[in-house]
């Protein structure tokens, strides 16, 4: 689990062929404590485990459904990636709940200046959107952001100075992709909802624990 709060900016080194999938080497700073294998490691909002690591940099092997379902692949050397490490028990939680499954991708539509902040629009797909409530939570390229304005086929973000200097949001261009994914309350809550043929009801919401 993730807050969606960059703590770095890496740099992709290179690709590696792996088993079922590629290995992606990355260059970052030292991190205190440092990285050890296993651990998880969000790289543009996709949780990854570390394969390899040394001072310096680290390796993670990314699999096909990874590659297909996020922007990672289309990535090349010398790429700005945004890191995070895991949530740890007792670690603040700045943005929001943020799992590292990327959902699908979006297209950035509009780039522009308001003032000292950004204003991004981004294009997705239906099944993404439906998920998405004005003022509600969403991670793009892991950054937890919030929904500013929403339509039928697109969202507004609006970043501040701190989080648009230090994290790879600045080196988006428009018409490139980046990773979405929506916010996991909203998701579950949807779920539930369709799954029960009677819809929500008192009765269900006492049972729910809700005093009503």
């Not at 001072?55 to 996020?70: I, K, N, P, Y």
């Not at 797909?125 to 950054?143: E, F, Q, T, Y």
């Amino acid at each position: 689990m993730f807050t969606g709060l960059i703590q770095q900016v890496g740099s992709l080194e290179r690709w590696e062929q792996a088993a079922g999938g590629r290995r992606l080497l990355v260059s970052a700073a030292p991190w205190a404590p440092p990285l050890t294998v296993g651990e998880s490691v969000a790289i543009n909002g996709a949780c990854l485990s570390i394969a390899h690591c040394q001072a310096g940099s680290f390796a993670c092997d990314v699999l096909q459904e990874t590659l297909q379902r996020t922007t990672l692949g289309a990535q090349g050397p010398g790429s700005a990636l945004n890191l995070e490490r895991a949530l740890r028990m007792g670690d603040p939680l700045g943005g929001h709940l943020v799992t590292g499954h990327v959902d699908g991708t979006g297209t950035l539509l509009q780039k522009k200046a308001a003032g000292r902040d950004w204003i991004l629009r981004v294009a997705c797909a239906p099944d993404l959107l439906r998920d998405l409530v004005s003022k509600g939570s969403i991670a793009l390229n892991g950054v937890s952001l919030t929904i500013v304005e929403l339509d039928a086929r697109s969202f507004s973000v609006h970043i501040i100075p701190l989080t648009w200097a230090g994290t790879n949001l600045h080196t988006l261009r428009e018409g490139d992709a980046l990773n979405l994914e929506t916010d996991i309350i909203g998701k579950h809550v949807r779920r539930y909802l369709e799954s029960s043929p009677a819809g929500l009801t008192w009765d269900k919401l006492r049972q729910a624990g809700f005093g009503i």
